[in-house]
């Protein structure tokens, strides 16, 4: 597909202007970031891995009767997207405590919440992504408390999709998480992508991380856990 002005660049996708005027092409790249930007690094076959690996989940939600901004996969690390205006928060969902939350709650990694927490974060690499509440959010404007509300319901199902349809693959989906955009029409879908760099993904059995925590972490095979996560969501299961 004929790539016209790239309008945007981030940490590990390239966005794209095509001939269509509602769409734009993105890039995955295998560039990896972590601790804000302090670490930086190249994941072998990461942009192609993260584009299917995307799509496969794309193809689930849509199919789970969620709105999406997933057009089409267009080559090994390249799909067409809606053109949405991106809402300035990230939408993180929990089912087990690890990261951010085991630290700051004190909670030993692994610990099985009692319900799914969701959790907002102000889209902003200067501040480093600051943990913000739902009057937080309002104050600043960044949606209406309908569409936090909405916001959270979305992140709740998707949630219950994703989860089942890992666990059906012996994947344990700990954490992820969520951007969403809105379309010219005002309406909210789910955009960016999802991945291991966006969730974190433990075998079943031996606990082993399959996600971007082994580059985080320095724990090495972060190209084979991509890989693996690949072949048990759409691969050679497909
Ligand atoms: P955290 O424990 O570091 O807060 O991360 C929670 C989940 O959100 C984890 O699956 C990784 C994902 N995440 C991103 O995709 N991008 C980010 O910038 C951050 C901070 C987390």
Request: proline fraction near 2%.
């Amino acid at each position: 597909m004929k790539r016209g002005r790239m309008v945007y660049e981030g940490k590990a996708k390239r966005l794209f202007e095509v001939e269509q005027p509602d769409v734009f092409l993105v890039e995955f790249k295998n560039d990896a970031t972590a601790l804000n930007g302090e670490k930086k690094g190249q994941i072998e076959h990461k942009g192609e891995l993260n584009n299917h690996i995307s799509t496969a989940f794309f193809h689930v939600l849509e199919n789970a009767g969620i709105a999406t901004h997933f057009v089409e996969t267009v080559s090994d690390t390249e799909m067409l997207v809606k053109k949405v205006e991106i809402i300035a928060l990230e939408v993180v969902t929990r089912n087990i405590a690890a990261g951010s939350l085991a630290k700051r709650l004190g909670l030993e990694e692994g610990t099985v919440l009692s319900r799914p927490v969701v959790e907002f974060y102000y889209k902003n690499d200067a501040l480093g992504d600051p943990l913000i509440n739902r009057s937080h959010a309002l104050a600043m404007g960044f949606a209406t408390r309908i569409e936090i509300d909405y916001l959270e319901d979305q992140a709740l199902k998707i949630n219950q999709i994703l989860r089942e349809f890992l666990l059906a693959r012996d994947l344990t989906l700990v954490d992820f998480k969520l951007e969403f955009g809105r379309l010219n029409t005002g309406e909210l879908v789910l955009a960016d992508e999802i991945s291991p760099d966006t969730c974190r993904l433990w075998d079943v059995y031996s606990q082993e991380k399959l996600d971007k925590d082994r580059f985080r972490r320095d724990l090495g095979g972060v190209t084979e856990a991509y890989q693996e996560i690949w072949r048990r969501v759409g691969g050679t299961n497909a």
